[in-house]
């Protein structure tokens, strides 16, 4: 089987986690469009700040939402210290623009560490590089100021290498103040093509000071994992909104990775959205993902008062029922070494092998060259006996030919298993 490259942080229990919870809450709650709504409806700080002087998620309840993470079978979260508007869930030192000045009045950040740590679910920070709050952070081509010719004259009073000391100082802060992390996820840097207009261009590592700030980190905290949006590589490959065919690689090797994925489209509370995900679709990406030495990471969006939206309570529930029968074949699994049979993924884990079907068929699934390497197989639901058949012991073989005498037959029941993906485990010899 495939392993990854050897990282600068702590892998081990992450390739075996498998599966986090991604929560994306800050003031975009409020207007509840999306948590780009700054940039795609041009809002000026003026406008905005009326978000910040009604922030108030009176119905926030930390240990809740880690009890769902935790029934929902996931290992650790990753929340957003700060997105891309610069609104800030911890109380920093270098800026006013937090939740510990709104009408709420709390560090959020620390209320919900010691909630997860609570629930032994690891912790992740999201911290966004873009802060369109900041006065030294130059008016580009993302910035919600792009269109407004007096904003953009200022750039040439604007200093990136000030906002780059602003970054630095509160990514300590995130190291110092907050006990062990587990990830550190950046975002993010974007193209840096030749600019319309001054200060247009894209911004990347030479602006964010990357090598100064992964340094200042690894002394902090060696073993934390950082994913590969600062421009520079480090531990994790993120690919967003969509499956990659295979194992990621880079340079030709198997790296570390995960796939980030929305429950509704929208990573920020969007009102008015309605392009949920199906729970069975859900855990098929699950499934999907680890069958190609991935993990995945699901986001939720809370409302402005604090609560995870019933949609999305429910559909973490009927994951964590199908995660409370099938574990086994996410946690410590990855990709296997042999090829799985259509419309069916195969996860690995040592001598055991969990064959997940996505389409029931009639009576039967073919197990191409495994004729002689099974030496017991069940339903992984309830634990219940699958019958296999050889050439050997099939006593209809002889009008099978089509079937390779290599080819190991299991004798489903007609009546499809009640989860939302049946599993196989089967006994390797």
């Known amino acids: 089987m495939l392993k990854p490259e050897k990282t600068l942080g702590n892998t081990d229990w992450f390739v075996k986690d498998r599966f986090g919870l991604f929560i994306h809450f800050g003031l975009y709650a409020l207007p509840a469009r999306h948590e780009w709504v700054r940039n795609k409806e041009e809002i000026s700080n003026e406008d905005y700040q009326k978000y910040f002087d009604h922030f108030n998620p009176d119905l926030l309840d930390p240990k809740e939402w880690a009890r769902i993470a935790k029934k929902a079978g996931m290992k650790y979260f990753v929340i957003t210290t700060k997105h891309h508007d610069g609104f800030c869930l911890f109380d920093s030192k270098f800026t006013d623009y937090k939740s510990t000045n709104t009408p709420y009045g709390k560090d959020i950040l620390k209320e919900l560490i010691a909630a997860f740590r609570a629930e032994d679910i690891k912790i992740g920070f999201y911290h966004s590089l873009i802060d369109w709050h900041h006065p030294e952070f130059t008016v580009d081509r993302l910035h919600p100021n792009r269109s407004n010719l007096k904003e953009r004259e200022k750039n040439k009073d604007r200093d990136i290498k000030k906002y780059s ?7 300590q802060e995130l190291m110092t103040n907050y006990g062990k992390v587990d990830i550190l996820w950046f975002d993010f840097s974007y193209d840096r093509d030749e600019p319309k207009w001054e200060g247009e261009k894209g911004k990347g590592k030479n602006e964010w000071q990357s090598e100064k700030l992964l340094k200042m980190i690894r002394e902090k905290m060696p073993e934390i994992i950082i994913n590969d949006r600062l421009e520079i590589d480090q531990d994790l490959k993120t690919p967003e909104q ?22 509704n489209t929208s990573w920020g509370y969007f009102r008015d959205l309605d392009e949920w995900k199906s729970s069975e679709l859900l855990v098929k990406m699950l499934i999907e993902g680890v069958s190609k030495g991935g993990n995945m990471i699901l986001n939720v969006g809370p409302d402005a008062r604090g609560r995870f939206e019933k949609k999305a309570i429910q559909r973490l529930e009927e994951i964590g029922d199908w995660m409370e029968l099938h574990s086994k074949s996410i946690y410590n699994c990855t990709q296997s070494e042999f090829t799985p049979p259509e419309n069916c993924y195969f996860t690995q884990n040592g001598k055991k092998l969990y064959l ?11 197990l191409d060259n495994m004729a002689d390497k099974i030496e017991y197989a069940q339903l992984l639901n309830d634990g219940s006996e699958i019958k296999m058949l050889t050439h050997e012991n099939d006593i209809h073989a002889h009008m099978a030919e089509d079937i390779d005498k290599n080819t190991l037959t299991l004798l489903l029941p007609v009546q499809r298993p009640d989860v939302l993906v049946p599993v196989i485990e089967l006994f390797l010899k």
């Open 356 to 366: 997940h079907i996505l389409s029931w068929p009639l009576k039967q699934i073919h």
């Open 242 to 263: 969509f499956m990659p065919r295979n194992w990621v690689k880079v340079d030709g090797k198997p790296v570390v990775w995960e796939s980030c994925q929305t429950l």
């Open 165 to 171: 000391e602003y970054l630095y100082n509160q990514v």
